[in-house]
Every structure is written in structure tokens, then in C-alpha cells.
């Protein structure tokens, strides 16, 4: 009994969300004045709620230090297939932020459109408690049902304008696509548990601890074990086969190349408010379980071929992401290409986390990287809403010339998320990349960072390319961007900018000392002379056992 209760509040925050779902979901009912009222405090509700939710996910891990340590000390519920750690819990109070701020953006919208309904809250809360479940999931099938529930809100979100039919054919190509995408990652899990469960049985591995064969913490130790015994099972073509499917459910979630094709397309038609919740909380879940997934993999004895594919998926999503958004004039379009580039650099942090010499400062940065985007990118958005009137919003890029001449301080934010989002000083997205190119750097990977930086550089195009169109171009006559009525869509964006614009300048809590660049140059310098001067074992010797994961997401 204590051991279910402990397990219930190690979960508390995604347990909070779905109750407080369920609780939005009946104020809505009934018509009539009263039922207006309780409509319009919704909002208000949910967002309280949410902030509640967030101090639960920090305070779960008491006697935890803040600055984040992937998995130490983790504690493993419901048969190992949940973990409780500061890592978890961090992604969870980023979820709860990316919840706040879409749901504090659409008071407006929703009620210019004729579409405020309770639903829309409960929706919104429902999809985020699937990404919670995600950044807590230490199994598979956990990962799995939470992408379910995070997926299928989000496909009704997508639709959620009725009327439109850029938002009918917005949900219904996310659907497809997504059911695909989630059929794919069944699969694979499917193929995984019989490669790992077969690799197990064969070679007589004993299991330290119960758990199912899908299982992050057992996959790691039949890798370890199977490779020590010369049969090594990321080499097993079943095994490689599910992890290459699970590849393609999470790369679609995270919007990574070559699996990003309906990006474009479905932020375009959703309505803003969920466009703006969906390039973060889909993000933020997919990666969640990528940097779980893979700190297993990577850190297991012939994991090359893992490094290799995944290696080339961050320089495409990069490459691709970037160029393509180039030669958008739609500017949802071009913040979804640019989401598209954004999940190739946190490729790059999963990446590096591999590396067991790089791995905590690696997971530091990704989680770093995903706060920051949460602000400067959900704020794009909040700017797009708060400058539309009457129902109507300006999402061509050429509506935005003189901007700053008919509304200063709106200009003003938008410059700020486009300079973070280029990653240009003082704003927080030049620290974030930083940090993520850095830890690449550290784990050996400098061909990459040059990469990432290179086509950063094209990125920096596009972004300066709004800034002065808001400042040097005159004002169309097309556009009226007189006094508008911003609602709650005003204020997150000046909160968005004013956190951007803190965590450009200021000490984070969310990441340790950086490295001095000779501390990298001579940490890689030495790994690669240990690798090459390493001493013949003599015969007979017994050989060193691989790297442990412990303190890794879900140890």
C-alpha cells in the first residue's frame, strides 16, 4: 500500500493535470447566465491549476538539488515502468508552462471565432498530461500511452475551429499522419521486446530487478551483458529494426527530417493558440523520451550504427529546417520550419549525451534549450494573436512592415523572440545553442557543432529579415494595426520577451558551470589519445566491463 501511494505521488504532477482536465470539463456544463460565468473563469482556473501542478512537480523531489542531475537517486514505480527524478520534473514544469501561456493566448481568439468552449481548456490540459507521462516513462509502453493521450487531444485541438476548413484539413492530416507515426512506435516496441526478451532467455542473462523486456533500465543491461558474452544485441537485426520504428513515431512528434512533412501544413491551419501549444508540448514529450531512449543506446557497446543515424538525422532536420524557411512569406509557415531547425539542434544534445564524459552537461543544455524555446517561440505566436482584430489575424510576413511605428512595443517583442530564435545576444537563444554546441564539442563532435552553426547563420536571414520589416519598411495601407484590444495574448508575449530577455543576461538556474573551451579541447584530446594508446589486454584477462548508466535517466 505505501508502495502505491509513493508511486501515486511520485506521478502526482500528470495525475493533477488529468483531474484538473476532468474538473474544466464539468464547470462547462449547462446553459444559461451562470454557465457563461463559469465559461469565461476557465481560463483563470486552469491556469492556477497549473501553476499548483508545477510546485507539486518541484517540490515531489525534496531533499533533490535543483541544478539538474539526470536520474540520480531516481526512485522506479509500477513495476519500474515510472521514474521520479529532478530530470522528470523539470520537463513537467516546462509542460506546465507551455500549458499556462497557449491557454492565457486564447481568451481572445476563442471568442472573436465563436468557438469558447470548456472543451478547448480540458483538451489543452489533457495532451500536456501526456507529455508529462512521457517525461516520466520508464518503459516503453508508458511512452507509448502517453504519446496516445497527448496525440489524440491535439488531433481534436487541430480541428477545433470547425467552421474553417484550413482547420478541418489541418486535423485531419495530422491524424493520419499521426496514427501512422503511432503505429510505427507500436511496432517497434513489439519488435524491441522480443529481441531484447530472446537475447535474455538465450544467453541465460539474470535480471537484477523485475521488469518488462521494454523496460529502458533492463534493454541497458541485456545490451550490456549480451555484448560482454560476444552476442551483442545492437547488432541483432530484430533489435535494430524496433529502434529504428521508434525512431519514426518520436522523430514525428519532434517534427525531425525527414519525418516534419505535415508541419508546415497542419501549424498553418490549427488555430493559433493550439499552433503555439503544439511546437513546444509535442517537442517537449518527444524529446523527453528521445533523451531516455537514447542515453540507453548510445552508451552501450557497439551503439555506432545508433550514433551514426542519429548524427545524420541532426544535421538534416538542421539543414533542411533552415533552408526551407528561407523562402516562406506565410509567417506560421516559417515558425514551423524554424521549429523544424530547432529540433535538429536538440538532436545535437541527445546526441552528445551519449558520450559518458559529456552526458550530464548535455542533458543540462537540452533542457535549457527547451526552456528558452518555450518562451521565445510560444511568444511568436502570442504576438500573431495579440496584433489580430475582429476575428481576422496578419500571418503574412509583408503585414508586419512599420510595425513599429503603429504599435512600438509589439515590434519591440517580436524583435526579441526573432533575435533569441537566430540565436543573436543578449537574448536567451544565443546561450541555449551555446550550451548545446558546446556539449557536442565535449563529447567529440565538433564536425556537427560547425554544422549547427553554419546553418544557424542562414537562419539569422530569415528572423533579421521580420526585424526590418517592422523598422525600415513603411506601413501598408492593406494592414490596420491601430489600437487593438490584446487580451491575454498581450500579456504572455511581454512575459515570453521579458523571460527571453532574463535568461539572455542573467545566471540560470537550469545548467552548471559551462566548461572553459581548453577544458573541452583537452577532455576530447585526451579521450581520443586514451582510445588510441590503450595498452593490448594480455591473454587470458578478462575484459572491462562497459560503462554503467548509472545516474542516467531512469537508473
Same mark, same amino acid.
Given at each position: 500500500?505505501?508502495?502505491?501511494?509513493?508511486? =501515486?505521488?511520485? =506521478?502526482?504532477?500528470?495525475?493533477? $493535470?488529468?483531474?484538473?482536465?476532468? #474538473?474544466?470539463?464539468?464547470?462547462?456544463?449547462?446553459?444559461?447566465?451562470?454557465?457563461?460565468?463559469?465559461?469565461?473563469?476557465?481560463?483563470? #482556473?486552469? #491556469?492556477?491549476? !497549473?501553476?499548483?501542478?508545477?510546485?507539486?512537480?518541484?517540490?515531489?523531489? +525534496?531533499?533533490?538539488?535543483?541544478?539538474?542531475?539526470? *536520474?540520480?537517486?531516481?526512485?522506479?514505480?509500477?513495476?519500474?515502468?515510472?521514474?521520479?527524478?529532478?530530470? *522528470?520534473?523539470?520537463?513537467?514544469?516546462?509542460?506546465?508552462?507551455?500549458?499556462?501561456?497557449?491557454?492565457?493566448?486564447?481568451?481572445?481568439?476563442?471568442?472573436?471565432?465563436?468557438?469558447?468552449?470548456?472543451?478547448?481548456?480540458?483538451?489543452?490540459?489533457?495532451?500536456?498530461?501526456?507529455?508529462?507521462?512521457?517525461?516520466?516513462?520508464?518503459?516503453?509502453?508508458?511512452?507509448?500511452?502517453?504519446?496516445?493521450?497527448?496525440?489524440?487531444?491535439?488531433?481534436?485541438?487541430?480541428?477545433?475551429?470547425?467552421?474553417?476548413?484550413?482547420?478541418?484539413?489541418?486535423?485531419?492530416?495530422?491524424?493520419?499522419?499521426?496514427?501512422?507515426?503511432?503505429?510505427?512506435?507500436?511496432? @517497434?516496441?513489439?519488435?524491441?521486446?522480443?529481441?531484447?526478451?530472446?537475447?535474455?532467455?538465450?544467453?541465460?542473462?539474470?535480471?537484477?530487478?523485475? @521488469?518488462?523486456?521494454?523496460?529502458?533500465?533492463?534493454?541497458?543491461?541485456?545490451?550490456?551483458?549480451?555484448?560482454?558474452?560476444?552476442?551483442?544485441?545492437?547488432?541483432?537485426?530484430?533489435?535494430?529494426?524496433?529502434?529504428?520504428?521508434?525512431?519514426?513515431?518520436?522523430?514525428?512528434?519532434?517534427?525531425?527530417?525527414?519525418?516534419?512533412?505535415?508541419?508546415?501544413?497542419?501549424?498553418?491551419?490549427?488555430?493559433?493558440?493550439? $499552433?503555439?501549444?503544439?511546437? &513546444?508540448?509535442?517537442?517537449? *514529450?518527444?524529446?523527453?523520451?528521445?533523451?531516455?531512449?537514447?542515453?540507453?543506446?548510445?552508451?552501450?557497446?557497439?551503439?555506432?550504427?545508433?550514433?551514426? +543515424?542519429?548524427?545524420?538525422?541532426?544535421?538534416?532536420?538542421?539543414?533542411?529546417?533552415?533552408?526551407?524557411?528561407?523562402?516562406?512569406?506565410?509567417?506560421?509557415?516559417?515558425?514551423?520550419?524554424?521549429?523544424?531547425?530547432?529540433?535538429?539542434? #536538440?538532436?545535437?544534445?541527445?546526441?552528445?549525451?551519449? +558520450?559518458?564524459?559529456?552526458?550530464?552537461?548535455?542533458?543540462?543544455?537540452?533542457?535549457?534549450?527547451?526552456?528558452?524555446?518555450?518562451?521565445?517561440?510560444?511568444?511568436?505566436?502570442?504576438?500573431?494573436?495579440? !496584433?489580430?482584430?475582429?476575428?481576422?489575424?496578419?500571418?503574412?510576413?509583408?503585414?508586419?512592415?512599420?510595425?513599429?511605428?503603429?504599435?512600438?512595443?509589439?515590434?519591440?517583442?517580436?524583435?526579441?523572440?526573432?533575435?533569441?530564435?537566430?540565436?543573436?545576444?543578449?537574448?536567451?537563444?544565443?546561450?541555449?545553442? !551555446?550550451?548545446?554546441?558546446?556539449?557536442?564539442?565535449?563529447?567529440?563532435?565538433?564536425?556537427?557543432?560547425?554544422?549547427?552553426?553554419?546553418?544557424?547563420?542562414? @537562419?539569422?536571414?530569415?528572423?533579421?529579415?521580420?526585424?526590418?520589416?517592422?523598422?525600415?519598411?513603411?506601413?501598408?495601407? &492593406?494592414?490596420?494595426? @491601430?489600437?487593438?484590444?490584446?487580451?491575454?495574448?498581450?500579456?504572455?508575449?511581454?512575459?515570453?520577451?521579458?523571460?527571453?530577455?532574463?535568461?539572455?543576461?542573467?545566471?540560470?538556474?537550469?545548467?552548471?558551470?559551462?566548461?572553459?573551451?581548453?577544458?573541452?579541447?583537452?577532455?576530447?584530446?585526451?579521450?581520443?589519445?586514451?582510445?588510441?594508446?590503450?595498452?593490448?589486454?594480455?591473454?587470458?584477462?578478462?575484459?572491462?566491463?562497459?560503462?554503467?548508466?548509472?545516474?542516467?535517466?531512469?537508473?
Amino acid at each position: 500500500m505505501n508502495e502505491t501511494l509513493d508511486g =501515486i505521488k511520485a =506521478i502526482a504532477a500528470p495525475l493533477i $493535470t488529468m483531474v484538473l482536465g476532468m #474538473i474544466v470539463l464539468m464547470m462547462d456544463l449547462g446553459s444559461g447566465p451562470e454557465a457563461v460565468r463559469r465559461r469565461r473563469s476557465l481560463p483563470t #482556473i486552469s #491556469i492556477v491549476g !497549473l501553476v499548483m501542478t508545477g510546485i507539486v512537480a518541484l517540490v515531489s523531489n +525534496v531533499g533533490r538539488q535543483l541544478m539538474v542531475q539526470p *536520474g540520480q537517486e531516481a526512485a522506479a514505480f509500477f513495476g519500474r515502468g515510472m521514474v521520479a527524478d529532478v530530470f *522528470g520534473s523539470v520537463f513537467c514544469v516546462v509542460l506546465c508552462i507551455v500549458a499556462g501561456l497557449a491557454i492565457a493566448m486564447s481568451d481572445r481568439y476563442l471568442e472573436e471565432r465563436g468557438i469558447n468552449h470548456g472543451e478547448f481548456y480540458a483538451l489543452v490540459l489533457f495532451s500536456t498530461a501526456g507529455a508529462m507521462l512521457m517525461a516520466q516513462a520508464n518503459d516503453l509502453v508508458n511512452v507509448f500511452v502517453g504519446l496516445e493521450v497527448l496525440s489524440v487531444a491535439l488531433y481534436i485541438l487541430c480541428g477545433f475551429a470547425r467552421r474553417d476548413r484550413r482547420s478541418e484539413e489541418s486535423a485531419v492530416k495530422y491524424f493520419l499522419l499521426g496514427s501512422f507515426a503511432s503505429g510505427f512506435l507500436l511496432f @517497434g516496441t513489439a519488435l524491441i521486446y522480443g529481441a531484447v526478451g530472446l537475447s535474455a532467455r538465450t544467453l541465460g542473462i539474470n535480471l537484477g530487478f523485475p @521488469g518488462s523486456f521494454t523496460n529502458f533500465e533492463v534493454i541497458g543491461q541485456v545490451l550490456r551483458e549480451s555484448a560482454q558474452q560476444g552476442q551483442p544485441l545492437a547488432s541483432s537485426s530484430l533489435f535494430v529494426t524496433g529502434v529504428a520504428l521508434l525512431m519514426v513515431g518520436l522523430g514525428f512528434k519532434a517534427s525531425v527530417v525527414p519525418f516534419h512533412t505535415y508541419a508546415p501544413d497542419v501549424y498553418e491551419g490549427a488555430p493559433t493558440p493550439v $499552433t503555439a501549444f503544439m511546437s &513546444a508540448g509535442a517537442k517537449i *514529450g518527444a524529446f523527453a523520451a528521445f533523451v531516455r531512449l537514447f542515453h540507453t543506446l548510445l552508451n552501450a557497446e557497439s551503439a555506432e550504427p545508433f550514433r551514426i +543515424v542519429l548524427w545524420g538525422l541532426a544535421a538534416a532536420t538542421m539543414i533542411v529546417g533552415n533552408v526551407l524557411a528561407v523562402r516562406q512569406t506565410n509567417i506560421k509557415r516559417m515558425l514551423a520550419y524554424s521549429s523544424i531547425a530547432h529540433a535538429g539542434y #536538440i538532436l545535437v544534445g541527445v546526441l552528445a549525451s551519449g +558520450v559518458r564524459e559529456a552526458y550530464q552537461y548535455a542533458h543540462q543544455a537540452v533542457l535549457f534549450y527547451l526552456f528558452v524555446y518555450t518562451f521565445m517561440n510560444l511568444g511568436a505566436f502570442a504576438l500573431v494573436i495579440w !496584433l489580430g482584430r475582429n476575428g481576422e489575424e496578419y500571418t503574412r510576413i509583408s503585414d508586419y512592415s512599420g510595425l513599429a511605428r503603429k504599435q512600438p512595443l509589439a515590434a519591440l517583442a517580436m524583435s526579441i523572440f526573432m533575435l533569441s530564435l537566430a540565436g543573436i545576444p543578449p537574448a536567451a537563444g544565443f546561450l541555449g545553442k !551555446l550550451y548545446l554546441f558546446m556539449s557536442a564539442v565535449q563529447a567529440g563532435e565538433a564536425l556537427l557543432a560547425g554544422i549547427g552553426l553554419v546553418v544557424s547563420a542562414i @537562419g539569422v536571414f530569415y528572423y533579421l529579415n521580420l526585424i526590418v520589416r517592422m523598422y525600415f519598411y513603411e506601413p501598408s495601407d &492593406a494592414v490596420d494595426f @491601430g489600437v487593438v484590444r490584446g487580451g491575454g495574448a498581450r500579456w504572455a508575449a511581454l512575459l515570453a520577451a521579458a523571460v527571453t530577455l532574463i535568461f539572455g543576461l542573467l545566471p540560470n538556474p537550469l545548467i552548471g558551470p559551462r566548461p572553459a573551451d581548453e577544458d573541452v579541447v583537452d577532455t576530447v584530446r585526451d579521450l581520443r589519445l586514451r582510445d588510441r594508446t590503450r595498452t593490448p589486454r594480455p591473454e587470458g584477462t578478462p575484459p572491462t566491463p562497459a560503462p554503467t548508466t548509472e545516474g542516467a535517466p531512469g537508473s
